[in-house]
């Protein structure tokens, strides 16, 4: 199974985009809406006109608890939903499987789409989460609000939030947006039970582990390419936190 990415690329996104066109309308506007919004695919493939026709915010629940959040609606996202709806049926789907059916377009018609397109321009990591995904790495390359994401897509922790955007940890964020309430929090977690010396020693054996089998005759170069990836990381991440005062 391939890892699903964002597209980074402008130039790319904007040839995916006219490949999905040139399929049908429905896969574009389907794709603008999630690219657009943040939305899940599942929400997307839910609304009937009336429920995106004319707004600039719609509240959907996300997640196993269902939490509500809302996500806004870029004004020339608004412009191509009023020109994709206009004469259509305020009660009918947005997005159809077929023109003969008032049944909307299933997860599997839309994530086929979403491949073959993909496939078409050599796009291996393009999946069902490909919009929602696109939608996070440009916010936060914009904004680079990491904590507005990570409450947007009910992440458990900002760190989730940068791998599921495909990049490395701000260390130097975390510190600086710390409250001093989580500051504290974290002093206690850390003392309690001797939690913090724990996880440097984990850390430390780990490392020290690595480096007694770095001279081992069976270790494939995949390993060491696992270990120069782990060790450039370790070392920005070190240097950030060096840094940060």
């Given amino acids: 199974m391939n890892w699903v990415a964002p597209i980074k690329d402008e130039e ?4 995916f985009k006219a490949k999905l066109r040139e399929m049908d309308d429905k896969y574009y506007i389907m ?3 999630g690219v657009g919004t943040g939305l899940q695919l599942q929400e997307i493939l839910k609304f009937k006109v009336k429920d995106i026709r004319g707004k600039d915010s719609i509240e959907a629940s996300i997640g196993t608890k269902n939490i509500k959040r ?5 004004e020339d996202l608004q412009e191509i939903i009023m020109k994709f709806t206009e004469g259509k ?4 789907y947005l997005i159809l499987g077929h023109a003969s059916s008032p049944a909307p377009l299933s997860r599997e018609q839309a994530y086929r789409a979403l491949k073959s397109a993909g496939k078409s321009m ?3 990591s393009i999946g069902a989460q490909t919009m929602r995904k696109t939608f996070a790495w440009r916010y936060y390359k914009s904004t680079g609000d990491i904590y507005y994401l990570q409450n947007l897509l009910n992440h458990a922790s900002p760190s989730i939030t940068y791998r599921y955007i495909g990049e490395k940890p701000n260390v130097e964020v975390y510190l600086r947006k710390m409250t001093p309430e989580e500051n504290e929090r974290s002093r206690y977690l850390l003392y309690k039970n001797g939690n913090g010396k724990k996880r440097i020693e984990a ?8 480096g007694a089998q770095m001279d081992n005759p069976l270790n494939n170069d995949a390993y060491y390419g696992k270990v120069d990836c782990l060790l450039k990381e370790m070392e920005e991440l070190v240097e950030n936190f060096k840094e940060t005062k």
């Fill in 12 to 15: 790319t996104l904007e040839k």
């Fill in 31 to 33: 794709f603008e809406i």
């Fill in 70 to 74: 809302t996500f806004q609606i870029p």
């Fill in 89 to 92: 049926d305020p009660d009918s």
């Fill in 122 to 124: 050599g796009l291996a």
């Fill in 203 to 210: 850390l430390q054996s780990l490392l020290a582990e690595i």
